[in-house]
């Protein structure tokens, strides 16, 4: 299952971004595609980003989550523990959007990240949001144990971010924000949300 719902948190992908996602070796989520493929649940195809999810697949990762769900008897709580993620989200959303643009003479522009003081603030920001976020994974994880994984994606990121490699913020699919983006597809789908309904 952890593959198949790889797939549907990221969409088209690569083994890589699939192993980082499980926290699976490569090889190991490799046998598995083949292993879904010749179900009919994935494909691959060379020019669109590698192994994605057929209609079946979509349908089996929903039908398998649900079913977690269900049986975890944990439905509500993962509710709630939604709710505070979405009051966490648009302040990540702004946290990149500041490592990104900001203005200089009352002008928005692309951060050039030659002014160090103003990104080692949003650095801080990140580490002080990230504090807060561990606390709702917490909860997350207390109701579904797999979001458990991404405090430690998100704890990665932030400390090679912090260790001068500052694309760990926003600008590689190993980010920050690219985790956060991924936790909140995967509570979409595990609570069966659709992403324009939140």
Request: charged fraction near 25%.
């Amino acid at each position: 299952m952890t593959v198949l719902h790889a797939l549907r948190c990221v969409g088209s992908t690569d083994v890589g971004r699939v192993a980082a996602f499980t926290g699976l070796g490569e090889s190991e989520v490799e046998s598995e595609l083949i292993d879904l493929a010749v179900a009919g649940l994935v494909t691959h195809h060379k020019g669109f980003g590698g192994w994605q999810l057929t209609e079946a697949g979509k349908a089996a990762d929903a039908e398998r989550t649900a079913a977690e769900l269900d049986a975890a008897g944990t439905r509500t709580a993962l509710k709630e523990a939604f709710e505070d993620f979405l009051v966490l989200n648009p302040e990540l959303l702004d946290l990149c959007t500041a490592w990104q643009v900001r203005q200089v003479d009352g002008v928005m522009t692309i951060n050039d990240h030659r002014d160090a003081a103003y990104d080692d603030r949003v650095v801080r920001m990140f580490a002080d949001f990230h504090e807060r976020a561990v606390v709702v994974i917490g909860e997350l994880a207390a109701a579904v144990p797999r979001f458990g994984r991404y405090e430690t994606r998100l704890g990665t990121a932030l400390a090679r971010a912090r260790a001068g490699e500052r694309k760990y913020l926003a600008d590689t699919i190993a980010s920050f924000h690219t985790v956060w983006a991924e936790l909140h597809e995967d509570l979409l789908a595990t609570l069966g949300i659709q992403r324009w309904t939140t």
